[in-house]
């Protein structure tokens, strides 16, 4: 007997539980071609669709000719905004409240906006028709800077021009969306204006673009028979989409099915709803057959979602001797030609409002307009949950202006304004109660590994040199410590077009001991189907190689709101813990009944249920499972299933502190990172190679934000990063060794303690890489320059401060 002999800790390894660093069992596929992309499906009489987009950023729309295109053989149909709108289609909400054109109608407000849909036997074919589909354009002048189009007589949004007011109150001017705003205003005026110490600075966030491996496609199949639509898609929330799409189509929900199959990297550019779903479902309906729409890179990277483009201009006051007194923040968002913005519905600034950090700061407000201008919609996330990248860039920044003003150490500015460990759970003062926090101890911790006194020293030394002429190289230490804030979240304030953002798990297990169990996220490359399987293993004492986790399915999955702003760890993970938990109370009855004693006589330990007392009295799981299919137990239903959604009382708040050392050369603008160190607290971790693997990649990106990568228009709107050779994506060649570390603070409202990370490390990167490069030039006077910092632009300050004299 095998079993009698296998140590606790044995068996406690066998589960792969919680906190093992079980290897990614989802990479078997990945890395032997094996994954299943939305590109691989391929359906009998399957036909492609391709779009005709505009080369103006704003024009009139005079005529369509799509004549000689229909005369292409192959040529199936050539969809526009007059085919569309018998059906209602032309326009189809965001998810921020707006409307977004499907095809142009009547104008083009971007360059790239879908015009023409055209459906062909081949990909190739609908490529060529493109070119053919004529398309008479007059042109309108273009807005591409906020602050012009918040003064221009040019009315962007003309379906809008008589509506005064938005989603989200009144509008000031035919181009503004919104003004949105939190905090007690008056108070903080007053504490700013009557401070010892104050600055102001206009911070910038770049537009930028989450960019992911796979691009945004979908196959939309119209079973006409059965009246069922299939539709697969590289979705982050299928579910939504399933709702979305019945609301729109008029098709009962229950005879549509969403797939999200293998995906290729999310970001949250595959949040939102493109004119490629809808145009791919409309061509399915209209044709009878299967349709596929894959978009190619430029299209990616013109057309979906964009991240960031805030402008965000704050004012942070504090005593002389640093203690911060009030924090004031007014943004100018750019949100393109239609507010598609991925936020929680009452959130038109997402989670923006974090922006007090990790400080605690009395008094603060916030006020966000958002304004139309030429650009591409979109909006999202882009590794951070809804903003918060942008507030913890923002407050970033301004501890080390207002470090610079103090003449004071950064680090030392933010451990006398941390909050402490003991005020939590904090009340913000712009309304968000962090759950817990260590924040001393980290940074501590951080400093200490880093040798923060030698490098200071040395950087001392170095800017000595430099003056005496020896050296052409200066050195940056960039400091960044980060509050995020994840896990959406509360139904009470967090729903999407209505839907409120609980999320789900079921599992079943099988006569002989092993599970499957689905939930309502969608893994894009996180590593669910490892993860979850082991806080299932913890929570059941069923071994994590013995349960399949399957998602993205909407015919089989519990409905979810799917998996962005890291909720899939905060919210559905604790769905998992808790339908685990049901689990192991229906399985401590069954065992109770096989051993002969009272339900309070057993208790559960790894991977059995033991009797108190007697612990060589017992019934392992597999033997329980055994006996809830093959016993009749009086009193108790057979089978072994539970479901669980999970509406979390608040958010979590997971924080780290990052340090990055950089070498800066004057003469070239070009960085050297020396050393890049990464300590997070993610509460409970469940993985950590996989905790580990989303540093990396958070970091990678965070690099790639922070030091080259933007959406960059002219003066006309033409987007000028429309391809990898100018959208910088960062190769091993670019990216540094990355030192990762953490400190172990357990949510107190998660069933595991567990707050997400796959965002933290852009949250915390972006402002560690950039203030490297600031902290370089603080000895000469740097106090703010706008990122990406590219070496042309790092060359351009090194100029501006007369370094090149
Ligand atoms: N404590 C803890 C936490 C966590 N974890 C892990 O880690 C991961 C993550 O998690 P989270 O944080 O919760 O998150 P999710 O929800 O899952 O996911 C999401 C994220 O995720 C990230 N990462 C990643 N990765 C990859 N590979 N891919 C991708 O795509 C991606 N994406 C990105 C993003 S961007 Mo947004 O969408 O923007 O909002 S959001 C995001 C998973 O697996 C989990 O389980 C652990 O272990 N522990
Ligand atoms: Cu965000």
Redesign the pocket.
Known sequence: MKDEVESRDDRVANLKGLGSARKRVEDVRFTQGKGNYVDDIKLPGMLHGDFVRSPYAHARVKSINIDAAMALDGVVAVLTAKDLEPLSLHWMPTLAGDKQMVLADGKVLFQGQEVAFVVARDRYVAADAVELVEVDYEELPVLTDPFEAMKSDTVLREDLEDGADGAHGPRRHHNHIFLWEEGDKAATEEVIDSAEVVVEEMVYYHRTH?C?LETCGAVASMDKVNGKLTLYGTF?APHVVRTVASLLSGIEEHNIRVVSPDIG????NK?GVYPGYVCSIVASIVTGLPVKWVEDRMENLMATAFARDYWMQGKISATKEGKITGLHCHVTADHGAFDACADPTKYPAGFFHICTGSYDIPVAYVGVDGVYTNKAPGG??????FRVTEAAYFIERMIEVLAMELNMDAAELRRINFIRKEQFPYQSALGWEYDSGDYHTAWDKALTSVGYDDLRREQAERVEAFKRGETRKLMGIGLSFFTEI?GAGPVKNCDILGMGMFDSCEIRIHPTGSAIARLG?I??????A???AQILATETGIPADSITIEEGDTDTAPYGLG????????VA?AATALAGRKIRAKAQMIAAYLLEVHDDDVEFDVDRFVLKGAPERFKTMKEIAYAAYNQAIPGIEPGLEAVSYYDPPNMTYPFGAYVCVMDVDVDTGTTDIRQFYALDD??????PM??EG?VH??LTEALAIAMGQEIAYDDLGNCKTGTLMDFFIPTAWETPNYVTDHTETPSPHHPIG??????SPNVGGVPAFSNAVHDAFRAFGLRQAHMPHDHWRIWQIANDLGLHD
């Open positions: 989450p992911p982050q990297g999310g970001f949250g949040v999202v996330a882009y590794r951070c949950s994840v996220t893994s894009q490359g996180q590593g669910h490892t993860t979850f998996t962005y702003g890291s909720r899939s760890t905060p993970g993610c509460g409970t971790r469940i993985n996989v905790i989303q990649g958070g567990a707050k997400g990370v796959g965002e």
